[in-house]
Structure formats: structure tokens, C-alpha cells
């Protein structure tokens, strides 16, 4: 009883702070990103010695940020502290979500006392998280160089959400709104604060200005390959013996689609065509692959097609798509519509795993190898990726692009085999590491890595382009037809010409029911299908474990290719048991 007495005493003060506030304040706007608040909190509760009272005590400022601050030493680092606090017990339970969003709320802007002032920077404490420590938050949009700062913010928090498996396009739900008028007598500049809404309203009511084009996220993930001051040495999600050790490369590149979401009028942002061909460096990271679009405002064309009939109508649940698996499965599937068996990584033909031909010393450690497959770590049995052999001594998660696995394999020979840089295993490690990057992230990337350590193995036989049966168990009815759980319907999207009060001739894509899926138009529809998917999480009562949700964000990947059309939303739909037409508007 004495502990929640002190929590509402704590959270009464609060309110009373925040309505004492000055008046030219662009507040309240605490709960504007609330999904990324709410798991924040959940893992800061985890293991709290500092008795914080709640996370959203840091987004306050200093007065009323005191009255839930617990032992917490300092009021203009609490934010700080909520976060690291909370990725460090993400990272204890191998959260690879919970550590992406405590990164993403140390990112959030904190409230000021009035529109155009920027918050205090963190210097009286060091987190024991570098990824926390190379991060500092939004800044209001009205103060002075704002634009430039938020942008490099959210770069930088690219870079360290990619460098412990996140994705790195998630950077940009850190963004804030757009900025307020520094005359206006009312303050109330252009914030939402809804507790109630778990996805955020900042996010439901389309207010988030997004700091950066995926392109450029993109680059600044694949540039911190190159720049060893980006990544406070740590590119490992399960493993701290690299901390302070600058020469880690992260070298994965994020992948994803255009955000740019409300410019120009019926052109297509972000090309209408699939995207050139790959040659951005995969993101490492996510279990999904978040497929590849050029990111671009391309203009392509004034007109716009006439207006069209669409029909929706709901079929029959879809059959499963096949997946890869090596020569030597049997590709045959059968259409089963409510159970599978577990699925298993496919059987790489003529594969071999690394076996020591050279007998070479790696100090204290014995197998600095790298292994190539798909379905490790347990990622999709669709999903190839490469894993260190010997997880005891060389502890990271699986990644897409090999240089994660080779760059962290190497550092660990300093980090906890007892070498320095100066000996030739270790040189000889990172030199293999260079002659790899050649071949990209097939599995002749791990053969070559692994030869120059004087190891054996044949990934490059390795089939990543064979169909085989998968089908993942998904939520239905008794008459087959999916279900949603708490939402009524599935999380389609429609496209089409003036959504929401926009311009007869602009076409956006929308979430079919607004009401469970809550969003506003876009023009990039990878904004929209992320919304969804997310809100299968945050509202539906799903997981991300769970087969629907998987269904969604694969879905979402394979629709990337098909950029600004109606058959990019048909396709979607369509996954989901639900027909229709709104190709027939595309030209």
C-alpha cells in the first residue's frame, strides 16, 4: 500500500507541475509516442533499483521529471537513465524489440518549458550501454538548428538499432512534429498527448515528421562500415566484451522503402517500378527482410489515371507460399489450411561446415569460423544468414550481411582470446574479412573468411533459390477464414485519389478500416503496411512471434518490389484472404 500511495503521490505532484508549467510550453506531448513508452516501461520495471517511478517522468521537464525520478542522480540525464536501464534488462532477455525501442525513446524529444527551446544535453552520467551513450534526444522543431540535429539524432540511432539485430528504419518513429510558432499565444504548436492511444498519436494522427529519407538511412548504416567512431565498439547484441573497442565496422546497410509520405501531388514518390537492382548491403539485422526501394521523390508525371470502380471482396484464405530450401528437398507442397509441422532450416546441398585444415592458434579460442544457412538463430526457414560457429566463444546473433559476423568474429580474438592487433592471427582475420566483402552475402563470403583462418567449408554450394513447402499456422475460424483477434477485420490497405481531404488528383494508399488500424494516407505504402503490422502488436492482442503477424511483415516485404501501384495493395490484400481490384487504377 505504502508503494502506491507514493506512486500516485508521485504522479499527482506530476500533474499539478505539468498544469504550472509556462504558458508559452509546447506541451503536453509525453504519451505522443506511446507503443515506444509503453515497452520502454515494461523493461525499465524489470529490474528498477533506482525506483524510477515510470519512464515517462524523463520526457518531462526538470520540476516535474524530479517527482518520479526514484535514487536516480540526475534529472537532466533521466532520460538517459530510463533507457539504459531498460536496454540493459531488454538485452538480459535477448529482446531484440524491447532493445530497438528503449533506443528509439532515448531518441524522443523531451518536453521544454516553451515552443523553440531546446532540452539540456546528458552530461553528468555515463550508461553502461555504449549504443544509449551514443545517442541524445530530439530536439523541439522550432529551435535553432533543429532540422540538422534531429536528422544526424536519427542517423545515428539507425546505426545502433542495426548494430544489435534491429531494423534500422525504425530510426525514424523517434521523429517529432512538425515545428510550432514561435508567436503564437497559444503554444500550442502542432503536439498530440493521448495515453490512451497504444500506438501513439503522434503516429494515428499522421503529426510525425519523419527526419530522414530510408535512402539516407541506408547510407549512414552502410558508411559506419567505413568510419570507426560510429559504433562505440560494440556490435554484438548478446555479448559485452566488446565494449569500448573502436574498431568494430558495422557494416550493414539498412534496406527499406521511400518515407516521404505527403509531397507532390499524383506523382509516384519513390518510383513507381521495381527497384534497381540490389545493391545496397543488407540491413544484419531484422528477421524480416525489409526489402529494397530506391527511397527516392521521383516526379514522374503530372497526369493521373482516371478515376476507377474498385471492388473488395473477402475469398477463401490464401494457399501458403513456398519457400526456399535446398535442390535435394522435395519441392511438392501440400495446401494444408490450418496446421504444419515446425518448420526447419532446409538442408544446404553439398554444404560442409567448417572443419580446421590449417591448425592455426586463435589464443585462448579455438574456432573463429562462420557458418551460413537459413533458419539460424531462429530466424524463417526462408531467411539465410550467417552465424558465428562457436557461439561459446565468439557470442553473436545471426546476421544478413556476413561483415557483422566476420568484423565481431575478428574483434573477439582482441576482446577475449587474449590477442592484440598486432599479431598476424589477427591480421590475418581482418584481411580475410576485406577478401569476403567480393562476394557479397553468398555463402562464398564465409568460405573465403573461413579459409583464411586455415578452415574447410563449402557454403558456396549452398541453394538459396529452391521452393520447398512452408505454411505458417495462422488464426482462423471454423469455416477457415482468418481472424484478428481484438480487431474486426484484417489489416488491408486501399489506394486511391483524394483520401482525407487531399487533392482529387493525389493518390495515396489508406488502411481499409481506420478504425482498427488507425493511420493516415501516404503516398509510400511501406508506411502503411508497417502501421498495420505494428498494430496486430500493439491493439490486435498478437505477437510478433505469432504466424499472423509474421505473415504481415513478409507480406509487406514481398510488396516492395511493386512500389507506387494499386497491385502493390491487391498483393497485399490478397495474403490475407481478401480480393481486390485497385490495379485497375494503375496506369
Known sequence: MVRITQSFVALAAFVGLVAAYPVRREVPQEHSH???LRITNTFLKKDNPDGIVDAVF???GNAAASQGQGKFPDTDCLQTGVADRAFTNAKAANDIEGMTNALIFRAIERNTGKVGLASVACTAFTPV???IAALSQHQDPASAGAAAINKGITLELARQIASIGGNPLDALKSGTFAPGDLNDATAKGNTCDD?????GCIISQNLLVEDATADEINTAVAGAGGNNNNNNGNNNQNDNSNTGNNNNNNAN?????????NTGTCEVDGGAAAPPADNNVDDGSDNQDDGADDGTDDNVDDSCPAAATVTVTVTAAPTATAAPTSSAADSSSAAATTTTSAATPPAATGSVEPVNTGNLKFGSCTNPSVTFGAGLDNRKATEFSFLPADLTEFNHGSALNPQIIFQSNCDTLVNKCGLTNADDIVKTCRQG?????????DGKAADVFNAALGFTSNFASVDTTAPAAQQ????KDASGTLTFRNCATAPTVKFGAGFEGRAATEFTFLPLNAADYPHGSAKNIDIILRSNCDTLVNKCGFTNDDATVKLCRQTETDVASLG??????DTFNAAFGVKTDFAALDQ
Request: glycine share 10%; aromatic share 4%.
Open 58 to 60: 524523463s520526457l518531462l
Open 564 to 569: 507506387f501501384t494499386g497491385k502493390a495493395a
Open 34 to 36: 506511446e507503443a515506444v
Open 129 to 131: 550501454n555504449p549504443e
Open 195 to 199: 495515453a490512451n492511444d497504444a500506438i
Open 472 to 475: 505458417s499456422v495462422v488464426d
Open 253 to 261: 546497410a539498412g534496406t527499406g522503402s521511400s518515407n516521404n509520405q
Open 433 to 441: 574479412q576485406q577478401d569476403a566483402a567480393a562476394f557479397g552475402k
